[in-house]
């Protein structure tokens, strides 16, 4: 197991070589010079500020200089400075990194909490009322895009109820109990993780209706109860038998979430990456949007690395064609 | 991609309808509502104002006549015969008339500005459909084009543009759609096509490129280049009707999906540049007014689920042939 998981590591690394030169192509060869912007928009800068600016960037050598002075940078972990206050980028982007994080695990856990059951009772009754009904409010969950739920939810719970906060991330100050807190914090996090779950939560649970239909049809489960498996048992296996296209769409739902991030972040002022993504575009803050775009592609990376090796865990047949019946696992 | 099921073949027709009627509204936008008449007389002259701003063809109705006017209060001398059905203009701001409930005049009410919002609603269409079916086109394009040189070429080439696509692949495409409409700079349609289009290439050229080289071992592939066809002969006369119709499925969700972005990146404030309204823009708009009204939140975004969903079942017409 450890040796594939090494051997799975080390062929990624080619890829992301390559999405370091991606990543930095988009943003410096492309004919917007963040400087003449800048001194477009607002108060024109001093020469003298511009020459430091531009000596900061390397705006003044060419871009396989850049890419090289950067890469060698990027190898010590160092990110470059944000253009808006000068910090490190790598401070900024761990001050909002846990937020994110916390909200993306809230609407993966409600993405599966929620879809599987409604898959199974879906597949349970296929074709009865409940089943249709089912598919027709996923269709529309489908078609709604996240940021018309979050207006919506927003318009509904927290204007015209009013029973959740509109918007942030925490209501109370610090002087608060931990518990009082960490009600305002599940609070502030209901409608966010609603709106981040909603397609992924409609993509899951067709899959998950058309994958139980179509273990719940084979013999050998027939078979198994007549021989007097308990329901329960059977349940497990069914469960077994379907957990492999769960891991794979993993693999598609940790980048849509990322990209959802960007816009539920920014509907909810959450305080997390996607809301810095945002603000550093429309700020031109660029190494802190070269140096988020690069983190968000080594997510999928790591997703697709984690899916990988999910399959190995899932699947002895799996297992057993990659690592052999050694049993180095 | 979800598979919708249950629905009639009937169902399915109904949503191709609906996407054509769309665009029929996105095309028709300067017509159906404008603040200029469809039909006005002026010093004995008959003109037609409105279809004026239709693309193509409005320079037949265009002229110093017409541009003259301030069809708000055209003043005596000119008769209007004939007005649009929405007779507002998208963008002609009246505070006097901001926030006006639906009903009355403004069937959709108007937003904070005055606005109808009706007369917006139709006009955001145009960019949704614009770059929904603009970028979709392009990645199809781009794909199939890299993809079928991938597996035919072989060799240095296919290496190189897997690799491309494995890279390409790594960013999700709302971030990398997001990072090349800022890095192309203005707020805009083409940016906005060229980043969507961009970012969705990789699926198309991996599936054109599999399906190649699937066929390429086939008997299908020998018995046509035993009888002597080229290789652009075989990708024309043999692959592309067999790969169309996986390619229409692609394509219409990915226009779905292009809409999506199109919205977010609007909604972002990094799509296209007020007062153009985009479905988008009149959400993230809406986000003003939350406790005033209800109006300009609820009717953009069932224009959404309408557009969304009606392509995602119409998708679902090219994947199984109707059975009536």
Redesign the interface.
């Known amino acids: 197991m450890t040796s594939f998981a090494l051997r799975r590591l080390a062929s990624t690394v080619p890829t992301l070589v390559g999405v370091a030169l991606a990543a930095f192509l988009i943003l410096n060869l492309l004919p917007s010079d963040p400087l003449l912007t800048w001194s477009a928009e607002g108060a024109a800068p001093s020469a003298e500020a511009l020459e430091r600016l531009r000596h900061e960037l390397r705006s003044d050598e060419g871009p396989l200089a850049r890419f090289a002075s950067w890469g060698a940078a990027l190898l010590r972990g160092d990110l470059g400075r944000s253009l808006v206050d000068g910090r490190p980028v790598g401070s900024v982007v761990a001050e909002a990194l846990p937020w994110t994080l916390l909200l993306n695990l809230c609407a993966l856990l409600a993405i599966y909490g929620l879809a599987v059951p409604f898959g199974l009772v879906g597949a349970a009754s296929p074709g009865s009322i409940a089943d249709r009904l089912g598919g027709m409010l996923l269709l529309i969950l489908y078609a709604l895009p996240s940021f018309a739920a979050a207006v919506l939810l927003q318009e509904a719970f927290a204007v015209r109820l009013a029973i959740l906060p509109l918007q942030g991330a925490a209501g109370l100050d610090s002087g608060a109990g931990i518990a009082a807190r960490g009600l305002d914090l599940a609070r502030h996090l209901v409608l966010p993780t609603a709106c981040l779950a909603l397609s992924g939560w409609s993509f899951v649970a067709r899959y998950a209706r058309s994958a139980f239909r179509s273990v719940l049809g084979r013999e050998f489960l027939s078979v198994a109860r007549a021989k007097g498996m308990s329901r329960l048992r059977a349940w497990r296996h069914v469960l077994a038998n379907t957990a492999v296209p769960f891991v794979t769409l993993l693999g598609g739902i940790i980048p849509s979430l990322v990209g959802g991030s960007l816009i539920v972040e920014h509907a909810f002022s959450w305080p997390g990456l996607g809301r810095l993504y945002v603000a550093s575009v429309e700020g031109r803050d660029y190494p802190v949007v070269l140096g988020l775009t690069l983190l968000a592609a080594l997510l999928v990376l790591a997703a697709n690395l984690l899916v990988d090796l999910l399959y190995l865990a899932v699947d002895p047949r799996i297992r057993d064609t990659f690592l052999g019946e050694r049993g180095d696992a | 991609m ?5 629905e009639s073949p009937r169902g399915r027709r109904a949503a191709v309808g609906l996407v054509l009627a769309l665009a029929a509204v996105g095309l028709l936008a300067p017509v159906l509502a404008s603040e200029r008449p469809l039909l006005a007389r002026r010093e004995g002259r008959l003109l037609c104002p409105a279809l004026a701003g239709l693309p193509l063809l409005g320079s037949l109705f265009d002229g110093p006549a017409v541009r003259s006017v301030d069809w708000e209060d055209p003043g005596p001398g000119t008769d209007v015969l004939l007005r649009a059905p929405v007779p507002y203009s998208y963008r002609g701001v009246r505070l006097d008339e901001a926030l006006r409930p639906p009903g009355g005049g403004h069937h959709l009410g108007t937003d904070a500005l005055g606005r109808d919002l009706l007369a917006r609603l139709i006009h955001g269409t145009r960019p949704s459909l614009l770059v929904g079916f603009g970028a979709t086109v392009a990645a199809l394009l781009l794909g199939g084009l890299l993809g079928s040189s991938a597996a035919l070429r072989g060799g240095m080439l296919d290496l190189l543009i897997v ?2 696509a ?11 759609a ?3 409409t ?4 203005h707020p805009g349609i083409a940016p906005m096509v060229a980043g969507i289009g961009l970012s969705r290439w990789t699926s198309v050229a991996r599936y054109v490129r599999g399906e190649i080289l699937r066929l390429k071992g086939g008997d299908l592939w020998a018995s046509a280049r035993a009888s002597g066809a080229s290789s652009r002969r075989l990708v024309l006369r043999h692959l592309l009707p067999l790969l169309a119709p996986p390619l229409a499925v692609m394509g219409a969700f990915g226009v ?1 999906q292009a809409i ?1 972005m199109e ?2 990146l609007s ?4 799509g296209v540049a007020p007062p153009t309204p985009s479905w ?1 823009t009149l ?2 708009e ?2 003003g007014t ?2 005033a009204a ?1 109006w300009p ?2 009717f ?2 069932a224009a ?2 309408l557009a ?2 009606a ?3 119409a998708a679902e017409l090219f994947e199984t042939p109707a059975r009536d």
């Not at chain 2, 494995?166 to 990398?176: E, R």
């Not at chain 2, 800022?182 to 700079?185: F, P, Q, S, V, W």
């Open positions: 979800p598979e919708a099921r249950g690799r491309c494995d890279v390409a692949a790594c960013f999700p495409p709302f971030v990398l997001l990072a090349l800022a890095a192309l700079g779905a999506i919205s977010g909604f972002l404030g990094l988008g959400l993230a809406a986000r939350l406790d209800w939140v609820v953009p975004s959404l689920l969304l969903g392509l995602c079942l």
